[in-house]
């Protein structure tokens, strides 16, 4: 069946650190992964794309990787700050859906 | 731009009564889909619609009707509320599927007793 897996529910990281991410998957060959950031009470944010021939994306202090061969993907936060503090969802594209994995709320300690 | 926007924001059913929940988008987009998110279980697709007058069932349809006349309206209809319908609804839309990202509206909170 079909699985998407995020590392560990939670992540505390002290600020200025890096916080990596997480996203495993099996069964699917998605053309596209997605990761969005979500605060308590609201809707999912879209942070970034990245493409199944892209091994890397970035966009600001935020970095994706995307390994076909190892089903994975790393998303990762630079010099992290208590405002990114929230929880962050991985998602993957196949047969116009988009499925969901349950999403690792990371705290970032002053 | 309003984005998507969704109502109501809070709804206590009772066991077999019948509601719809709303779901607009001003942005033109032809891909729209409705989300259950419940703890631990993160979002589960319930339905979608690539344009005005073609839906699809998603992960978990039972118990949810959608219809789509018009591309800025998304609407998902309960038809006999139960338990475990009880949960936060999220309608997104996108101008493509996987290719783009979602927009996602506030989310409307149901309880069914």
């Known amino acids: 069946s079909q699985k998407i897996e995020q590392n560990s529910e939670a992540l505390n990281i002290q600020e200025g650190k890096t916080a990596t991410l997480t996203c495993n998957y099996t069964?699917?060959?998605?053309?596209?992964l997605q990761w969005y950031r979500q605060d308590p009470g609201r809707g999912p944010v879209f942070l970034l794309l990245i493409r199944e021939n892209e091994k890397e994306k970035r966009k600001e202090r935020l970095k994706v990787t995307f390994d076909t061969t190892l089903k994975q993907s790393l998303f990762h936060i630079t010099a992290s700050q208590p405002a990114d503090s929230a929880t962050y969802l991985c998602a993957l594209s196949s047969d116009y859906k988009l499925s969901f994995g349950a999403g690792t709320t990371v705290t970032v300690r002053a | 731009n309003a984005g998507v926007t969704q109502t109501p924001k809070f709804q206590v059913l009772k066991t077999g009564q019948s509601m719809t929940l709303q779901c607009a988008q001003d942005?033109?987009?032809?891909?729209m889909s409705w989300y259950r998110q419940d703890p631990g279980m993160g979002l589960r697709l319930i339905h979608y619609s690539v344009g005005a007058g073609i839906t699809d069932q998603g992960e978990v349809p039972n118990g949810y009707n959608v219809s789509r006349s018009t591309t800025e309206d998304f609407p998902l209809r309960l038809l006999s509320a139960a338990p475990s319908q009880t949960s936060v609804y999220f309608c997104a839309s996108s101008y493509e599927i996987g290719g783009a990202g979602q927009y996602f509206g506030p989310g409307t909170r149901l309880t069914v007793t």
């Open positions: 942005m033109n987009h032809e891909y």
């Open positions: 069964n699917y060959s998605p053309a596209y």
